[in-house]
Nanobody, 122 residues
Framework: QVQAVESGGGLVQPGGSLRLSCATS????????MAWFRQAPAKEREFVAA????????LYADSVEDRFIISRDNAKNTIWLQMNSLKPEDRGIYYC???????????????WGQGTQVTIST
Protein backbone atom coordinates (compact mmCIF):
# COMPACT_ATOMS: atom_id res chain seq x y z
CA GLN A 1 0.00 0.00 0.00
CA VAL A 2 1.39 3.34 -1.08
CA GLN A 3 1.61 6.19 1.38
CA ALA A 4 1.98 9.72 0.08
CA VAL A 5 2.67 12.91 1.99
CA GLU A 6 2.40 16.28 0.29
CA SER A 7 4.10 19.48 1.37
CA GLY A 8 4.97 22.89 0.01
CA GLY A 9 1.63 24.57 -0.20
CA GLY A 10 1.06 28.11 0.98
CA LEU A 11 -0.04 31.61 0.09
CA VAL A 12 1.35 33.21 -3.03
CA GLN A 13 0.49 36.25 -5.12
CA PRO A 14 -0.77 35.92 -8.67
CA GLY A 15 2.18 35.46 -10.99
CA GLY A 16 4.23 33.84 -8.27
CA SER A 17 5.62 30.33 -7.95
CA LEU A 18 5.37 27.40 -5.56
CA ARG A 19 6.96 23.98 -5.51
CA LEU A 20 4.97 21.10 -4.09
CA SER A 21 6.54 17.86 -2.95
CA CYS A 22 5.08 14.41 -2.50
CA ALA A 23 7.10 11.85 -0.58
CA THR A 24 5.98 8.27 -1.12
CA SER A 25 6.62 4.92 0.47
CA UNK A 26 5.43 1.39 -0.03
CA UNK A 27 5.01 1.51 -3.79
CA UNK A 28 5.39 -1.59 -5.92
CA UNK A 29 6.10 -2.09 -9.63
CA UNK A 30 2.37 -1.95 -10.31
CA UNK A 31 2.24 1.58 -8.91
CA UNK A 32 3.79 2.90 -12.09
CA UNK A 33 2.53 6.47 -12.12
CA MET A 34 1.98 9.41 -9.87
CA ALA A 35 -0.30 12.34 -10.43
CA TRP A 36 -1.28 15.68 -8.98
CA PHE A 37 -4.90 16.65 -8.66
CA ARG A 38 -6.45 19.74 -7.18
CA GLN A 39 -9.79 20.61 -5.71
CA ALA A 40 -11.16 24.10 -5.24
CA PRO A 41 -14.08 24.84 -2.91
CA ALA A 42 -17.37 23.60 -4.30
CA LYS A 43 -15.65 22.07 -7.33
CA GLU A 44 -14.80 18.56 -8.34
CA ARG A 45 -11.32 17.22 -8.04
CA GLU A 46 -9.47 17.87 -11.29
CA PHE A 47 -6.41 16.41 -12.90
CA VAL A 48 -3.29 18.59 -13.03
CA ALA A 49 -0.33 16.45 -14.12
CA ALA A 50 1.02 12.91 -14.07
CA UNK A 51 4.37 11.20 -14.46
CA UNK A 52 5.60 7.65 -14.85
CA UNK A 53 8.27 6.45 -12.48
CA UNK A 54 9.94 4.50 -15.25
CA UNK A 55 11.06 6.76 -18.05
CA UNK A 56 9.55 9.96 -16.69
CA UNK A 57 6.89 10.42 -19.33
CA UNK A 58 4.55 13.23 -18.36
CA LEU A 59 0.98 14.34 -18.96
CA TYR A 60 -0.52 17.76 -18.21
CA ALA A 61 -3.93 19.33 -18.10
CA ASP A 62 -4.32 22.01 -20.76
CA SER A 63 -4.88 24.63 -18.08
CA VAL A 64 -1.39 24.18 -16.59
CA GLU A 65 0.75 23.11 -19.52
CA ASP A 66 3.67 25.51 -20.05
CA ARG A 67 3.31 26.80 -16.47
CA PHE A 68 3.66 23.68 -14.29
CA ILE A 69 6.36 21.05 -14.34
CA ILE A 70 6.05 17.62 -12.77
CA SER A 71 9.22 15.71 -11.98
CA ARG A 72 10.35 12.73 -9.96
CA ASP A 73 13.33 11.23 -8.22
CA ASN A 74 13.07 7.46 -8.18
CA ALA A 75 15.81 7.03 -5.60
CA LYS A 76 14.02 9.36 -3.20
CA ASN A 77 10.53 8.08 -4.10
CA THR A 78 9.50 11.70 -4.39
CA ILE A 79 7.68 13.74 -6.98
CA TRP A 80 7.44 17.49 -7.28
CA LEU A 81 5.15 19.98 -8.94
CA GLN A 82 6.81 23.25 -9.87
CA MET A 83 4.05 25.80 -10.35
CA ASN A 84 4.89 29.06 -12.12
CA SER A 85 2.86 32.05 -13.23
CA LEU A 86 0.17 31.14 -10.75
CA LYS A 87 -3.35 32.38 -11.36
CA PRO A 88 -6.25 32.80 -8.94
CA GLU A 89 -7.93 29.78 -10.52
CA ASP A 90 -4.99 27.58 -9.53
CA ARG A 91 -6.05 27.77 -5.89
CA GLY A 92 -7.22 24.68 -4.05
CA ILE A 93 -6.05 21.65 -2.18
CA TYR A 94 -3.43 19.79 -4.15
CA TYR A 95 -3.27 16.04 -3.80
CA CYS A 96 -0.77 13.54 -5.07
CA UNK A 97 -1.99 10.11 -6.01
CA UNK A 98 -0.49 6.77 -7.03
CA UNK A 99 -1.84 4.57 -9.79
CA UNK A 100 -0.91 1.93 -12.32
CA UNK A 101 -0.65 4.35 -15.26
CA UNK A 102 -1.12 7.96 -16.21
CA UNK A 103 -4.81 8.74 -16.34
CA UNK A 104 -6.83 11.91 -15.90
CA UNK A 105 -9.66 10.40 -13.92
CA UNK A 106 -9.29 10.39 -10.14
CA UNK A 107 -10.94 6.97 -9.91
CA UNK A 108 -7.90 5.52 -11.69
CA UNK A 109 -5.71 6.20 -8.68
CA UNK A 110 -5.83 3.94 -5.67
CA UNK A 111 -3.73 5.83 -3.15
CA TRP A 112 -3.92 9.45 -2.14
CA GLY A 113 -2.13 11.85 0.14
CA GLN A 114 -3.88 14.16 2.55
CA GLY A 115 -3.37 17.24 0.39
CA THR A 116 -1.67 20.60 0.73
CA GLN A 117 -3.43 23.94 0.46
CA VAL A 118 -2.49 26.46 -2.23
CA THR A 119 -3.92 29.94 -1.92
CA ILE A 120 -3.50 32.62 -4.58
CA SER A 121 -4.19 36.08 -3.32
CA THR A 122 -2.92 39.62 -3.29
Amino acid sequence: QVQAVESGGGLVQPGGSLRLSCATSGRTLSDAAMAWFRQAPAKEREFVAAIRWNGGRTLYADSVEDRFIISRDNAKNTIWLQMNSLKPEDRGIYYCAAGCDMREGPDEYAYWGQGTQVTIST
